[in-house]
Structure formats: C-alpha cells, structure tokens
C-alpha cells in the first residue's frame, strides 16, 4: 500500500498507514507500481457503457444506472450487529451463474463481478456473497492475503489449483486445465485418442451411476466412441437410460422411494434461509416400503458387495470410517467383517449420536439434538475482521497457473492438447479482458443466439425432472416447456409463427422442434426451457418428448473456457422452416 | 367460522409446488388437478413479464355450484368449505359447467402415468380412493385440518405466497390482509363471495 501521509509504501498491516493512495503511480525500490484500484481503472477504462451497448444492446444510460444503484444500495460504511458482533453492511451482491458464466470467456465475468463486489467492500458480511463453506476458511497466509482452507473439500480447485502430473493420470486433463471444476467433454475424447492427450493407458472397466452424459453433456458421438471403446461397462440404474445402451451389465437399483440415505448436515451457504447454514445435525431418507416392490438393491449395498468382491475391504473401510469420521470411536468398520450398507449406518450413528441408532432413527424421523450456530459464526468476516485478511482484488493466482502450465509444457516438449497456447493463455490473465473466443467465429448466417434456462420447477435434467410422470403431466400448463421460444418481433420478420416446425442449427449440432412466439425473450435470441428430449427407446414415452438443448453445444478443444472447464452453453444458432 | 386463503402474486415464482402437494396429498390421477397455476404473458418486450395465477377451489359463499346441483352433493360446510358428497353426485357436471373459476373435474376414469404398463402399485394405492363418475375438487385438505395441519399447498409454498385461516377471527393473518384491501377475490363481479383472495402483482 501507498502512504500518503508518509509519502512511502507501508505493509498492510502497518498500524500508522494513515491516509492511502487509490490512484496514481509511484516507485518502490526503482520498480515503478501502481496501486490496485489504479490498475483497476485502467484495465476498465476501454470498456465504456457505450462500448458494451454495441455488444449487448444494453443501452449504456441502463448500465449507469445499475452501477449507481449498485454503490448506493452498498451503503458503504454502514454497520450491522448480529449476536453482539459489529459486521460491514453491504446489503449488495453481483452474482453470476449459468447464463453469465457458461461461456468459453465465462470465468472473466466471474472476476468482473468479484472486483464489483470487492470494490464496495461487499465480500463475506451479511448481505452480499459469501464463501460456500462455514467456517474459518479465509485465513491469511503470512502476506496477510486470504489463503483458501478449502483443500479436500468440493470444488477447491477453483481456488487451489491442480498439480502437474506427467504422464497424465488422469482422463479429464486436470493438469492442463488446473482450476477446472470438470472437464468430461475433454475425457470422452481422451478415452478415445488416449495418444494425443499423452496418456499411457486406456481404461477397461467403466462403472456408471446416478449420470448420464448422453443427456447432460455435449458431443454424443464422441460420448458413444468412448462407451464403445472400453471393454466393459457396467450401471447401477434405475431406468434404462441411453447409459444402459451402451452397458455390458446392469444391476437394477432401488427407486428413490426405497433407498437409504444418509448424510450429515453440512453447513451449506447458498441456502434460502439461514437455518442450513446453522443447522449441525444429521438427515436420513428411509425406504417407505417395508420391501422393495422389485428384485433391486441399494447403490451403497452394491458397491458394499462389489469392495468385498475385489478384495479391497482393507482399503475401503478405512477410507469409508474416515470419510464418516468413525475412526477412534470404536465404531470404525473391521476388515474381518462383511457390512450391509444399513450396518454402516447403524455404525455411524453409534459413533455421533451415542444410543440414537436405526431404530430411534425409524421411530423419530429426525434427530433432535442438533446445533444451531450462532448466526454471526456463519459469516467469513467474523472469523478474520477488519484488516486480518486481505481479499486480493484481481486474481493474480491465474496467471501463476497459465505460466506455471505453459513452462510444463515447454519442459514436456507438449502443448494443452487442442489448443492454440497463445489463445490458451488469453484465459489466465489476472483482469478481466474482452477477445472474440473461438465458439462465437461462426458465419454471418448464424444470426440467432440460443439460450436455455430452468425454470421453476425443473432444474434443467437435475433430479430426473424430465422422467418424472407427475411433472410431466403438467408440461401443458406451462407455455415455455417443449417449445423453441422466439421473440414475436423477431419471428415476424422471419416469417415465422406460431406452431411452425422449425430446425435450429448451430455449427455443431441441429434440433428439430416448434416455435412460440414470446414477449420475453431477446430479438436476437432463440429459447429453450429446461432441458428434455431422451433418447433411449425403453424410457417411458414422455420421457422423449421435448427438445435436447445439449446437441446444440460443443466442448471441442479449444472452444470451452480452459480455466472453469465450462462450455458455452449459448451458441450461435440458425433457424430453417421445415 | 369460514375458512379462507389469500395467495400473494407478488410472491408467487410459478413453480407448482403447490400443484405437486396437491396432487401428492389428495391423489388425484392423471389429469386432473385441483390446485394448478396458470401463466400469461403481459406486456411487449422489454417491458414484459410472466403472470403467475394459482387456482383452486375458491369456496364461494354464495357458491354456483351448490345452486345448480340437482341432488345435494355439492354443499356448504359450517366452516364454510363447500365439499362434495362422492356418494350423491351422480356425475351431470352440471356445477363443472356452472363455476366461474373451472375448479371441478368429473373424474370420468383413472387414466396410469405410464400408459404401456397400467397403474403402478402407488398409483392404484393413492389414486383408488377417488370414485370414477363424480365431479372431484380441492376441499382445502379438509382432512389435514381436521389434524390441525394447513391445506397441503400451503404447507408446501417455497415462496410462503399462501396464507390459511379464518376469514372471521379478527385475529387472524387472511383477515388481517383482506381488511387491508389489497386481497382481492377474483372475478367479483359474478357473485359468488369467494373465500380466495389475492394480492395483486405489481411489477417494481
């Protein structure tokens, strides 16, 4: 930081910084450096209100207004006291998901959002965003700079990057994409060309369960050359999915009205209500069937079966009692036992819940004893506050990773497989900046963006919304579901209406489906609801109907954002009158 | 006493939470559905947005339906729910063609979810209880209140849009926002004296 009172740099946590340089330019020891906010500045400096409107057709006078509303809502310096403890309040939050995120330059929007969010002082306090996990995660490191706890838990490396294996071990290339949340476009093809992506093996055994790439991912064909590829494929399922086409085995699985579950209650931050995030106790789900109605078991119980089988018990009870926090209670899983999945259960709750086991569990529902955390210990700030953790403004552990990777590479004499390095690079710069990606060169014919979105009761395919018989029942009441939504205005001058039978391409892939025109939609926009349409011919009927957004996507090399691992999910689209 | 509802457009996302409940608590077979939200477009882009309307059964005090069934089956409760006696309707549909607010279905026969494999176990469980040739509807879960529980659709609002109570007891939340006069019945003008209210979207 730059003194102003004292006309020199000054660590962070210097007790006598006095007042501090935003903007200007100033030398520390013969380095001429600016302070962020400055750097900030000039890396927004070309993209004005006006510059944006040409892209969006967000009128610039709108994004002005936002911004002004965005600071004036922060209420920057104003206070709030929760359980005895003096928070920022910054009831403010730019929050980005799917339709923001989902593009091959998606995670620089993340970023832009984060520098919004940080420039308010919106970060961790009541109100505005907050780490996805309770707790003391935002500890510093020695600089004082926020160093992430998150290690071993879900989706840590968005924050901790992947580490560099040679050859690589795994399908997903991990190490070429070392912040990827995941990457499977990139291993169905690794699976099939194991030689281009530098692997030394091939998998033979394929187990499947609770997915279905067919449906949920992009690419099909290369989704069925991999299937094709393996030697044995085996799925847990519960219905005969376009998965268990390409299966050498099934094992049926319980209905969701029939298994056993179990889960602790973690604290979990993007919740509707402050209760999840308190909560520390205990839920189960318990068959309500006394029998199954048919001759299929549990998952777990299967999985049970199959460690006894391989001779992996030693292995697996260790890891499944560490994985429960069993270990030393005297409740840990023995080698020299064989367990059904309801006798880990049992185990389990004997070891956090004292006498409370099955039965109680089946008599009771819940269990009552659960801990509310104090409200204030859910907030990140509580735990480092004023200025014991410093939040970096730009993410400068990104461009560590890029040229981390890219010297690998050069030492490996291999490039990220598929891409341009120059154009890979792009994607690790430590600001957010603007370049045409690859996926959105395609020819001047494909006028037309394609969006898709959830609606309120279907998650696009999340959950099996779209084989669900009672859902589906109801896709009538709903106007947006099974159609292609096309702005009125639009299609007038396509002269398309309502009920034509359409085909809409992108470069890509192609869907045939129906128009209905919409006063909701973008002029330059085609719209898909949900996401329907299997494949599979013994999935019950409705199960087919309705339109498969995924064909129209690509995760092809070099057309997917390279640090999320995300694909973008709004191609450039076409639309023909059958 | 007179039970009544007021649902909060404003709150109310659309997402048939409420249809679901419904249809798990009372069982209604394929098709038919005595709780449902409508939806309509309003407005031309950019100035538009999608209109949420829940319907259900909205026990009128001077309920049409009563009037014009010939056998009595159709009938108004003390607590004001007006309720269908399956054993006396003999089917004529005259109160489906009489309700301003299409809130009754004659059940004419249990159609299976999956129609190659005939009605599932659970389908034949939950859906048996209905009898085919009676006009069926929502009785705001008359059986949960007689366990002190509210209707299933409010019990299930994600968006905590429905509120339940006695439109009488001064006391009482349904009381307390029609008397602000921002719950409206729908379709006043008929007549009927609904037991529904709602509150108005306005778009901010």
Known sequence: MWSLTKNEAVTFDDPDYGDLALEGEYEVEGVKLKPVFQVIKDNVKP?????????????????????????????????????????????????????????????????????????????????????????????????????????????????????????????????????????PQVAWRAIVDPEKYHLEYGPKVMMCQGGNPFFNNVAYDEIEGAFKKIPFVFSVAYS???????????????????????????KVT????????????????QSVLEQPLYNTRDLQDITMELINRLGLKEKA???????????????????????TWGDVFDRYLKAHHGEKDRKYFLEHGVCQDWYLLPLKE???????????????????????????????????????????????????????????????????????????????????????????ALLRDMDPWDPELNFMMLNSGTAEKKGL?????????????????????????????????????????????????????????TGADGCFDPVSGGVNATPQVKLTKK | MRYGMVIDLNRCVGCDTCAMACKQHNGTPKGVYWSKVLRREKGKYPNSHMHYQPMLCMHCSEAECERVCPTGASYKREDGIVAI?????????????????????????????????????????????????????????????????????????????????????????????VETGKAKPLLPDVGTDPSVFYIEYHRR
């Open chain 1, 317 to 339: 009870y260790k890891q499944i009692s560490g994985m429960l926090k069993m270990m030393g209670t005297g409740w840990e899983l023995d080698p020299a036992e064989d367990y």
């Open chain 1, 497 to 553: 209406k309502d009920g034509d039978e359409v085909i809409c391409e992108s470069p890509d892939g192609s869907l045939g489906g129906v128009i209905k025109t919409t006063e909701l939609l973008h002029p330059d926009c085609v719209g898909f609801a949900a996401n329907f349409g299997h494949r599979a011919p013994f999935m019950t009927p409705f199960s087919r109907k309705g339109l498969n957004y995924n064909v129209l996507l």
């Open chain 1, 47 to 183: 993209y004005t209100p006006e510059w944006a409107e040409e892209i969006t057709t967000v009128p610039a006078a709108t994004t002005r207004r936002l911004a002004a509303e965005f600071v004036e809502a922060a209420q920057i310096g104003s206070t709030i006291d929760i359980d005895g403890f003096t928070f920022p309040y910054r009831p403010v939050n730019f929050f980005v998901q799917r339709g923001a995120i989902n593009h091959t330059s998606g995670t620089y929007s993340m970023l832009a959002a984060n520098i919004i969010n940080g420039l308010v002082g919106a970060a961790d306090g009541p109100g505005n965003s907050i780490c996805q996990t309770v707790g003391p995660m935002l500890e510093p490191n020695e600089d004082g700079v926020v160093h992430c706890q998150l290690k071993n838990t879900p989706r840590a490396e968005e924050y901790i990057p992947n580490e560099w294996t040679w050859p690589p071990d795994c399908l997903d290339m991990g190490q070429f994409y070392p912040h990827r949340h995941c990457t």
């Open chain 2, 85 to 177: 006696d399956p054993d006396k309707c003999i089917g004529c549909e005259f109160c489906v063609m009489a309700c301003p607010y299409g809130a009754r279905t004659k059940l004419v026969g249990i159609q299976p979810y999956y129609p190659e494999r005939g009605l599932t176990p659970y389908e034949k469980v939950i859906c048996g209880q209905h009898q085919t040739g009676v006009v069926g509807k929502c009785d705001f879960c008359a059986s949960r209140l007689e366990e002190d529980k509210k209707p299933a659709c409010v019990q299930a609002c994600v968006a905590i849009a429905r509120h339940f109570g006695d439109l009488d007891d001064p006391e009482s939340e349904v009381f307390k926002l």
């Open chain 1, 270 to 285: 993007r919740a509707t209500d402050d209760f999840r995030r308190r909560v520390q106790g205990f839920n189960c789900r």
């Open chain 1, 378 to 468: 859910t907030y990140g700030y509580y735990y480092f506050p004023d200025t014991k953790t410093r939040h970096p403004m730009y993410d400068n552990h990104l461009r560590s990773s890029g040229e981390r990777v890219t010297k690998l590479c050069a030492e490996h004499e291999c490039q990220v497989p598929g891409w341009d390095m120059d154009e890979w690079r792009k994607h690790f710069e430590p600001l957010p900046h603007w370049f045409i990606t690859n996926d959105l060169k395609a020819p001047e014919e494909y006028d037309l963006f394609a969006v898709n979105w959830k609606t309120a009761s279907r998650a696009f395919g999340t959950g099996g919304v779209d084989d669900n």
């Open chain 1, 240 to 266: 005969f999915d376009e998965v268990t086409q390409y299966c050498d085995m099934l094992l049926p699985e319980h209905s969701s009205m029939e298994r056993l579950g179990f889960d602790k209650l973690h």
